[in-house]
């Protein structure tokens, strides 16, 4: 058994991963100012195991508790989030980043930091690599959380290599499961939340951009067996099926046996045109690939949400 500690654990994908983690048999310090998270998400949790610190990652904060291992999750994440808090983003990435790696070094623990295929911008090499180094817009509106994270990348290879930390980059792709938040912005979510409500389904430009969809469990498998591994540099965990914004409308409308039409609206700044994983490494390295299908994945979400869940405009 071991002691992680999860920050961000109480948001979309630290919440699975803490469920995960506990039913390992490990304990978890779930670490979150519920920012961009929701006690919802942790509520159902009923475990000696498990502790929940309210707390900021912007301010310096020191547990006594031994640590194993620490997931470092906590950022906003979604476009609507960073949009509305690019300072608080900016901090999270580096104040946030430095605390917890500071963290993670006096505990001795494996750390690891929770990246985005953002870091690569405009995919100018499709699909991508870890090698590929990216063209990233730092001045526009998406530059606060593409450039937090390349730095929370840096930040994190510099305690690796001067400091000794034993430490792991997971560059996620586009995920998505129960307890995402139907207003979120991100394409899932709203799809499901205006098809389950027979209104019309809003795809950006023509459709025609392209994103690779992973379901929750198989990325947690993936987070957990890279910590689990002693892999240092970034490793690309995603789905590699792409689809079109289009497909997946489409599919959600199968889905969920909606009537709702389809309406077009303008691109937002800087969206690539396509997004899609090369899982090579993971393939090799943590003999990890996902196994759930989109349909399926879209099934699994929403029986395990409810349909309330997914349209109710309070969360
Ligand atoms: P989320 O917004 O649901 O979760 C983020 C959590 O961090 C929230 O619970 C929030 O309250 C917490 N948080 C934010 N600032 C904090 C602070 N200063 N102190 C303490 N807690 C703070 O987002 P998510 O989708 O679960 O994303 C989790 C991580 O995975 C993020 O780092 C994100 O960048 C990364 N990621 C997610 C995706 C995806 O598809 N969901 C894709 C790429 C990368």
Redo the contacts with the bound molecule.
Sequence with gaps: MSTCLV??G?????SHLCDELLSRGHRVIC???????SLANIEHIRSDAFINLT????EPYFVEEPIDYVYH??????PI?YLRLPL?TLK?GSY?THHTLGLAKKHRARFLT?S??EVYGDPQVHPQPESYWGHVNPIGPRGVYDEA?RYAEALTMAYHRQQGVDTAIVR????YGPRMRPHDGRAIPTFLRQALQDRPITVFGDGSQTRSFCYVDDLIRGIIALAESGHHDPVNVGNPNEFTLLELAQTVLEVTGSRSEIIFEALPTDDPQVRQPDISLAREILRWEPTIDLREGLERTIELSGPDALVDATR
Excluded: Q
């Design positions: 920050t961000g109480a948001g979309f994908l630290g670490v979150d100012n519920f920012e961009t998270g707390l900021d990652i912007i999750l906590a950022s906003p994440a979604s989030d608080h999270v946030g929770a985005t295929s994270k996620i792709f586009n995920t």
